[in-house]
């Protein structure tokens, strides 16, 4: 794992309910305080009943019939204390059998169903691990035993229900940053940008902001296709490597952005005497092309391609000067007889 996201990796606490389920080999599943289940009458002793069930099913690594028994518990007694939970280790036991399609259901609907559940961070923690298991070319395996192909476009897709679910869980930027991961190797290079762009604008105090920014040039800077084509991505790339030096000063990274700043003003300041050149060379408009070439002094002025521009000017001023000053001959004498 990076270290950018093992350090993004400590959470703020949520609201807790107002009794913890808390379990015990020698007393079972209990309710801290006295706190009622949520249920009246037999329901309830049948739900805690289904609760033990299951965890001894779980101790025993039946874990079939461990995930069959919690997710009976949140179907039937959906209005219980003990729902909640036993929807987390259903979900926690499928991602043990590697059936995260089904461990990613489990926790969407227990986040869904129960938004102030104390599990809440535990469960976009368990979301967050899924997809980037998925992401990283893990198999979901089909009926608990048949691997599947690999998916890292689902994966992408669940990692975007994280930042929709928990948008402001510190999940959420991380869900951003592994997403554009996902894009930029399913070569999908603009969606890798937009997911990036919405991490710097709306987490722009997040630990993984630096990374961001430097990511977000060297992205544009790779759709740059260099001196002869269009220099809007070398104009984005530039600016963001700028800002990441101007708003992270300190940081480890920051040759590289320097760096990257350096590559992109060669290239737009060759940019502008390939303009140049075409208006020198090939259409003799010298006043445009004065223009183009003194663009690239200013653009980039300690740069090769200044130094180059500056002799291209002295060239052009030269033949500039041949064409004003015309050779002076003495006119034809003239005889005329008559």
């Keep these: 794992m990076p270290v950018w996201i093992a350090a993004a990796l400590v959470l703020v606490a949520t609201p807790r309910l107002a009794a913890d389920l808390t379990w015990t080999p020698s007393t079972g599943w209990q309710l801290e305080g006295g706190a009622l289940s949520g249920l009246a009458g037999p329901q309830g002793k049948t739900a805690l009943d289904l609760m033990n069930k299951a965890r001894r099913y779980e101790e025993e690594k039946s874990l079939h019939a461990a995930i069959k028994t919690y997710e009976k518990v949140a179907s039937k007694y959906t209005s219980s204390v003990y729902a909640p939970e036993a929807l987390y280790r259903a979900g926690s036991l499928l991602i043990e059998k590697k059936q995260y399609y089904n461990a990613f259901n489990d926790f969407q609907n227990m986040l869904r169903r129960y938004p102030n559940t104390k599990r809440f961070n535990d469960a976009i923690g368990q979301l967050y691990r899924t997809a980037t298991i998925l992401l990283d070319g893990g198999h979901n395996r089909l009926w608990g035993w048949l691997p599947e192909f690999a998916n890292r476009t689902r994966a992408i897709e669940y990692l975007q229900v994280i930042v929709l679910d928990a948008p402001y869980s510190d999940y959420a930027p991380l869900a951003l940053m592994e997403a554009a991961r996902g894009f930029q190797a399913n070569k999908d290079t603009e969606e890798a940008i937009d997911s990036l762009d919405r991490l710097v604008n709306t987490y722009p105090q997040s630990v993984l902001a630096p990374v961001a920014y430097l990511r977000l040039g060297d992205l544009h800077a790779s759709l740059t296709e260099g001196p002869k084509y269009d220099q809007a991505s070398t104009k984005?790339?530039?600016?963001?490597?700028?800002?990441?030096?101007?708003?992270?000063?300190?940081?480890?990274?920051?040759?590289?952005?320097?760096?990257?700043?350096?590559?992109?003003?060669?290239?737009?300041?060759?940019?502008?005497?390939?303009?140049?050149d075409y208006y020198f060379?090939?259409?003799?408009?010298?006043?445009?092309a004065k223009v183009f070439y003194n663009e690239a002094i200013t653009a980039y002025p300690d740069s090769a391609p200044a130094s180059l521009a500056k002799k291209r000017l002295a060239e052009l001023e030269a033949k500039v000067t041949r064409q004003t000053i015309k050779p002076t001959t003495a006119p034809k004498k003239r005889f005329w007889l008559f």
């Design 236 to 276: 984005e790339a530039m600016t963001y490597y700028e800002d990441f030096m101007i708003l992270f000063p300190g940081d480890s990274n920051l040759a590289a952005a320097a760096s990257g700043v350096d590559k992109m003003k060669t290239i737009l300041a060759g940019s502008k005497i390939y303009i140049g």
């Design 281 to 288: 060379y090939k259409r003799y408009n010298f006043a445009a």
